[in-house]
C-alpha cells in the first residue's frame, strides 16, 4: 500500500472542479441577468408610461396663477444701511398710524403723539412725589 491511500476512507474528493463548466456556469447566469434586464426594462418603462397616461391630473388647491413663495432661506444683506433705513421707516409707520392690535376684541393702536395729548389732557398718569434724599447719603458716608 502506498502511503496516499487510506483504506475505508474513500469519501473525499479525489481530483478538483473542472474550470469549463465552472465558467459555463458563470456565464449562463450572467447572460440570463442581461436577458432579463433587457426585457424586464423596457417593460416597466412602457407600463409606466402608460399609467401616467390613464392618470387624472391632481387636484390643486391654489389658484394657479398665484404668486410663488418667497425663497424659504434667509436672505443675505447686501447694504446694511439701505436695509436699516427700510427697517426704521416701517416701524415710523407702523408707530404713527393707526390700526387694529385685536379688532374682534375692540383694541386698537393709535400715533405716540395722539396718545401722549390724551393722557396730558386726563391727567391718566399717576404722579408720585420724588423721594426724600436719605441722610446717610446727603452727608456722605463716615
Avoid: C, N
Avoid at 398665484?66 to 443675505?76: S, V
Avoid at 427697517?87 to 383694541?107: C, H, S, T
Amino acid at each position: 500500500m502506498s502511503q496516499h491511500e487510506h483504506p475505508g476512507h474513500g469519501g473525499y474528493e479525489k481530483t478538483d472542479a473542472q474550470a469549463g463548466p465552472t465558467y459555463r456556469a458563470g456565464l449562463y447566469i450572467l447572460g440570463t441577468m442581461v436577458l432579463t434586464a433587457l426585457v424586464l426594462v423596457p417593460m416597466y418603462r412602457f407600463l409606466g408610461r402608460r399609467e401616467a397616461a390613464e392618470q387624472r391630473p391632481a387636484a390643486t388647491v391654489l389658484k394657479p396663477d398665484a404668486a410663488a413663495p418667497g425663497p424659504a432661506y434667509p436672505r443675505l444683506v447686501t447694504s446694511e444701511p439701505a436695509v436699516l433705513a427700510e427697517f426704521r421707516a416701517q416701524e415710523d409707520a407702523f408707530l404713527a398710524g393707526w390700526g387694529w392690535v385685536e379688532k374682534d376684541r375692540g383694541v386698537a393702536r393709535m400715533p405716540i403723539d395722539t396718545a401722549m395729548k390724551i393722557v396730558a389732557e386726563r391727567g391718566a398718569l399717576p404722579s408720585f412725589p420724588a423721594p426724600a434724599p436719605s441722610p446717610a447719603s446727603a452727608g456722605g458716608a463716615q
